[in-house]
């Protein structure tokens, strides 16, 4: 069964506050999820290789560590995925970046697939798949689905929010996947939306409606 990390940091934590909060635009809310993307791509790579390398100082000459040649894959969810990116990019440069884009069958309300590109390799990587909110959990599993069809074979989701509902919906779809969170909220209310939640992430994200 996969792991569920709360983050419990405080900066986290204090982030996390302002971007629940209905009054907080556009602007800010971008800059505080590019923020808690940052401080969350430190713990998704605590397991990270190192591998020791012969440096000089200006004092003398020593064994220091680097990582050790990992691939990784940052694979947003679109849209509000996207809104993750350049938080996780801060700290991982050198990752390739993937898209899937999935929207809901109206009739089905199954996820259906319109967009995806990912990097050659995938197979190779260690993929970090994005999304604000996991919610009934279906647009995670579809999409880390649709991944493994294509050759993944390490994937690891990072949302900030995720309710207990769409948790096990990964976890039993899952089971060898790792989910990394800011906050696991109550439930999901009627209309499948987090409560308390942050609303819509996609629309706040880019200010629509
Ligand atoms: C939101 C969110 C997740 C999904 C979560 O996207 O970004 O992808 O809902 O809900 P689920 O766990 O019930 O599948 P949405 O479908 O609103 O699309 P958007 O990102 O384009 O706004
Ligand atoms: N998608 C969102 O953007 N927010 C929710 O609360 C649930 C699904």
Redo the contacts with the bound molecule.
Sequence with gaps: MGIVYEMNHPLIKHKLTFIRDKNTGSKEFRELVKEVSMLMAYEVTRDLPLEEIKIETPVSSTNSDIISGKKLGIVPILR?GLGMVEGMLNLLPAAKVGHVGLYRDPKTLEPVEYYCKLPKDIEERDLIVLD??L?TGGSAKAAIRFLKEKGATAVKLVCL?AAPEGIKVVQDAHPDVDIYVAAVDKK?NEH???VP???????RLFGTK
């Design positions: 509000a604000p909110m919610a929010i999901l499948a939306y987090i939640g942050l609303g819509d992430a996609g629309d």
